[in-house]
């Protein structure tokens, strides 16, 4: 679940999600809300794990780390620890895609979204270089 999701980068997630799928033979169902990850990737009757897609609007080399809400990270951890299925977090960055399990190694920070007038919120960075690049083909 996000609060600022639009139109196009719903439509660029459900892209992902179908190239995910084929890329690891499996299905990827779209869950509530209430789960804070984007999908379920199922292969038959067997649940894979979870993911969670963000698309950016930069290049991954812009900065140094990808940050990500710590509610995601909470819900992650929430979800592996009652499951024992990994959550993983694909990003698109303007120059290529990336993929980490969002138990990685990650520093906790603050931060805020100033151009929306956010309050401080804590957000986990993970760093560029701890994502395996290129799994997943898009275009």
């Not at 299905?27 to 794990?49: N, S, T, W």
């Not at 399990?101 to 805020?112: K, L, M, T, Y």
Request: aromatic share 10%.
């Amino acid at each position: 679940m996000t609060w600022y999701e639009t139109p196009k980068a719903i439509a660029r997630e459900k892209v992902l999600m179908a190239a995910i799928a084929e890329r690891y033979k499996c299905e990827c169902v779209d869950l509530p809300p209430k789960y804070i990850m984007d999908a379920l990737l199922m292969r038959g009757d067997k649940a894979l794990g979870f993911i969670e897609i963000k698309t950016r609007s930069f290049a991954s080399t812009e900065y140094p780390s990808m940050m990500v809400n710590l509610h995601k990270v909470i819900a992650a951890s929430n979800l592996t620890r009652a499951t024992k299925l990994k959550c993983k977090l694909l990003v698109e960055w303007t120059d290529r895609i990336g993929i980490i399990n969002f138990d990685a190694e990650h520093d906790i920070g603050i931060s805020r979204r100033t151009d929306r007038d956010d309050p401080v919120d804590l957000f986990a960075y993970y760093p560029i270089s701890g994502f395996t690049f290129g799994e997943v083909k898009c275009n």
